[in-house]
């Protein structure tokens, strides 16, 4: 995935094995009426033609392309992508897959009109545009093909996301969920730590750190209440509850450092839908984007909604290269 500043994040979620930007929505790849554009559109590619897969990610899409084409279509297949990403796989190892990482698509290193068709999935937005598609036009040939399926401002998707960034956001303010969290678990280990002792100055410090850990409870239960009441949808959809669960369960022993990596996992959530959200195209950008594409020596053939029953979930480009 392609973003202008701060990749590590992207580095990070990559090299947990994910297959899309979406984390566990999908558990092996894109599925539903994603899957079934892209089906669709690989089932158009012509034998002996060269794709190129722009913010490729974990190779998602390149691995719907090998699902639905048989071996005697051949294809050569090259995904890349802003992250550093090891794949472990073997995926990269097919003889007609090659994927390359570190690479910032508004500089391509690739010579001039090397490929037929250009794809990117959930991508290519994050980028300049100008300077994108500027070079996807470059490295396609003469009537090659540019398919972009692309996150859009009034899609159910960034409406949602958008939703739960406010919530994180809060969550995460000063004074709010994480840091009354870090409080009442700060308490606990000194209650469990004196509940032992038998000093009357250890039994004093003891009940302090009751009295204590049932305030910052107390505060974070207001907190989690005034959280659900605007966030309802979204609070009982995150794995916080759960993992506040089991955080003051006796199965977590080690409390401290497992809030410390959750709140660092909550803060790398937080930059990647902050990014999805800024990357999403504006109304103006899908007003001006037949234009953009004429600049860059692209003509539009369509662009469409990509709707399933939730509603527009994104926004589906299609261009020729004509000079």
Known sequence: MEIKNNNQHWNDYWSQ??????????TNCYEGVIKATWLQYFKTLKSNSKVLDLCTGNASLLRIAKECLNDEVKIDF?????????????????????LVFGVNIEQLPFEANSFDYVISNFGIEYSDLNKSLAEASRVLSIGGKLELVCHCYDSTIINSNANELAMLNLMLSEGNVLDNLKALIKALVIREKNKLQASASEQDSYQEACQLAENFRHKLNDNIAIIDNSFTKALHESEFLAFLKYLLSKQCQDKETTLRAFKNSMQAH??????????????????????LLKENGLSLLNIKDVVNEDGKIACQISAKKHT
């Open 270 to 291: 937080n930059s990647r839908l902050s990014a999805m959200i800024n990357a999403a195209l504006s109304m103006n950008q899908l007003t001006s984007v037949s234009e």
């Open 17 to 26: 094995g994910h297959k899309t930007s979406f984390g566990s929505a999908f």
């Open 78 to 98: 090259t995904g890349v992508d802003y992250a550093d990403i090891e794949t472990a796989d073997g995926f990269a190892q097919l003889n007609n897959i090659q």
